[in-house]
C-alpha cells in the first residue's frame, strides 16, 4: 500500500490549475498534526488516516471543495476563509471530533456530513452550514434522561424526563412543501429518529438563523411536523424572536420538524381523491387531516374524448372557519355518462385568500359489471317497444316507470332484471322518461314516441 506522511503542514499550491490536495487510490494519507489547504481543492481517491490532534484547515478568498471516490474522514475540519470564499461538498464526508466555523460557510451541496459523536463549533450567522439545494448533517446521540440537550450543537435541544436510547438526528437545509409542492418553510428542518423507541413525547426546541427565515415573519413562526415529509400538522408553540427558536412540548417521535408561519398553507394536508362507480353515478370520497383557512373544493370531471377539465360542483369546507387540526371525510355523487366511458376527476382546492391547489386526479370505469342499466335504445320506440340493455349486477327483479312530460305516471312495472325488450303502454307522440329501480340501485333515461 502506498503511504503518505503528514505530520503538520501548511499547503499553498499556487503551481497547480486548480491547486489541490490529491490522495490517489492506494494511498493513505496520515495525518498528525494540521493542514492547512489556502485557495486549495481536497481530492481524495485514497486513505486518511488522523491522528487526535489531526486538523484540516481551508483558507483563502476563493470557493474550494471536497471530493473523490473515498468518503474523507476528518478528526478536526476547519472553515478559515475569508471574503465571499466557501468550501463545497462534492462528495459525503465524517467528522469524528469537530467541525469549526472560524468564517464562511460550507455548503452541503445535496452531500451529507456524519458527524458521529463530534459537535459543530462556532456556527453563526455568517459562519454556518448551507445546502438549499439538498443533503443532511446527522449525529447519533444517546440521550438519558435529556434537559435541554443539543446533541452535536445541532439546534434541536430536547428535553424528556426518562430515557429515550439511541437517537439518529438530521438536519437539512431545504425549506418544506406540502403534497401539492406548494407551502413554505424556513430553510431548515430536522428528522429525529428514536433507534430502539416509539411513541416518545419530548419538548423540542428548534434553533435556526435570521439568514433561514426564508422571507417569513419571525413574530408568527410557529413547529410543524409531518411523519411523511407532505403533509404537516401545525403544533404551535412559543417563541423567542431575539435568541431565534420555537418550542414545544409533548412531541411524538419519530417525526420531520420545520418552522414556519400558521398562514402559508403547509395544510390544507392529507388531501385524497378517490371514487368509484355506484348507483349508476361517480361516488366520490375524499379526506383531508387537517386544513388551514382552507375555503373550498371544486370538483372537476373530464371524459375521455375531453380536452380539459370541467367543473361539475363544489363542495365548502366542513371546516370552522376554514381551521381544523382533525381529520374530516367528504364525499360528492356525481350523475355521469356512463356512455362516454373512462371518466377522469380531480379536485381543486381553494383556500380563503384565492390560492388553489390541485389533488391526485382518480379514474373511474363506469364498466358493466358495476352499472345497474348500461343504456336504454333505440332512443324512438319500435313497434311499441323499447331495449333495456342492464349491466351485470345479481338482481332478480327491477321496477319500470314511465312517466309523460307533466310528470304524470302511464306505466309502473315489475320485470326480471336483465336486457330486454319492454312492450310500452298506448302512448302519443312525445318524449317519456324512464326510471328504473332495484333495491339502493336507480337509473334515468328518456325516449321519443
Not at 371514487?275 to 387531516?289: E, Y
Not at 356512463?338 to 370505469?365: C, E, H, M, P
Request: hydrophobic share 35%; charged share 15%; glycine share 10%.
Amino acid at each position: 500500500m502506498k503511504k503518505i506522511f503528514i505530520l503538520s503542514a501548511f499547503l499553498c499550491l499556487h503551481t497547480l490549475l486548480p491547486a489541490q490536495l490529491y490522495v490517489q487510490s492506494g494511498a493513505t494519507l496520515h495525518i498528525g498534526g494540521t493542514v492547512t489547504l489556502h485557495n486549495a481543492d481536497l481530492v481524495n481517491n485514497g486513505n486518511i488516516s488522523n491522528a487526535p490532534n489531526g486538523r484540516f484547515v481551508f483558507t483563502g478568498t476563493s470557493d474550494n471543495d471536497i471530493s473523490g471516490s473515498s468518503v474523507t474522514v476528518f478528526n478536526e475540519l476547519e472553515i478559515a476563509k475569508s471574503g465571499t470564499g466557501k468550501l463545497l461538498l462534492k462528495n459525503d464526508i465524517k467528522a469524528t471530533g469537530k467541525i469549526i466555523f472560524t468564517s464562511n460557510q460550507i455548503d452541503l451541496n445535496n452531500y451529507n456530513i456524519d458527524l458521529g459523536n463530534g459537535i459543530l463549533e462556532g456556527e453563526s450567522e455568517t459562519s454556518r452550514i448551507t445546502g438549499t439545494g439538498g443533503g443532511r448533517i446527522s449525529i447519533q446521540a444517546s440521550l438519558n434522561s435529556p434537559s435541554t440537550v443539543n446533541p452535536g450543537n445541532l439546534g434541536a435541544v430536547i428535553t424528556f424526563p426518562a430515557s429515550i436510547g439511541e437517537v439518529n438526528i438530521y438536519r437539512g437545509h431545504v425549506a418544506q412543501t406540502n403534497g401539492h409542492g406548494t407551502g413554505n418553510s424556513i430553510q431548515r428542518y430536522f428528522d429525529i429518529v428514536p433507534v430502539n423507541t416509539t411513541g416518545v413525547a419530548i419538548t423540542l426546541r428548534m434553533s435556526y438563523r435570521d439568514a433561514e427565515k426564508n422571507g417569513l415573519d419571525e413574530n408568527s413562526f410557529v413547529l410543524f411536523s409531518s411523519q411523511n415529509n407532505t403533509d404537516w400538522t401545525d403544533l404551535g408553540g412559543t417563541r423567542s424572536t431575539t435568541t431565534n427558536w420555537v418550542e414545544q412540548s409533548a412531541i411524538t417521535l419519530p417525526r420531520r420538524f420545520t418552522i414556519s408561519q400558521p398562514d402559508v398553507a403547509l395544510p390544507v394536508t392529507g388531501l385524497q381523491l378517490s371514487g368509484q362507480w355506484k348507483n349508476n353515478a361517480s361516488w366520490l370520497q375524499w379526506q383531508t387531516q387537517t386544513e388551514i383557512n382552507n375555503s373550498y373544493f371544486d370538483i372537476e370531471r373530464k371524459y375521455t374524448d375531453d380536452l380539459s377539465f370541467t367543473t361539475v360542483g363544489r363542495k365548502q369546507s366542513n371546516a370552522q372557519n376554514g381551521n381544523s387540526q382533525n381529520t374530516i371525510q367528504y364525499s360528492w355523487t356525481d350523475p355521469a355518462n356512463s356512455a362516454k366511458g373512462i371518466i377522469t376527476y380531480r379536485l381543486k382546492q381553494v383556500d380563503i385568500n384565492g390560492k388553489a391547489n390541485y389533488s391526485n386526479i382518480t379514474v373511474i370505469r363506469p364498466e358493466a359489471s358495476s352499472v345497474f342499466i348500461k343504456n336504454l335504445y333505440p332512443n324512438i320506440s319500435v313497434a311499441g317497444k323499447i331495449y333495456i340493455q342492464t349491466g351485470n349486477f345479481p338482481l332478480k327483479e327491477m321496477q319500470i316507470k314511465i312517466y309523460d312530460a307533466k310528470g304524470s305516471l302511464l306505466m309502473n312495472r315489475q320485470a326480471e332484471y336483465g336486457s330486454q325488450w319492454i312492450t310500452l303502454p298506448s302512448l302519443s307522440a312525445g318524449i317519456y322518461y324512464m326510471n328504473i329501480q332495484s333495491g339502493e340501485h336507480k337509473w334515468s333515461g328518456s325516449f321519443i314516441k
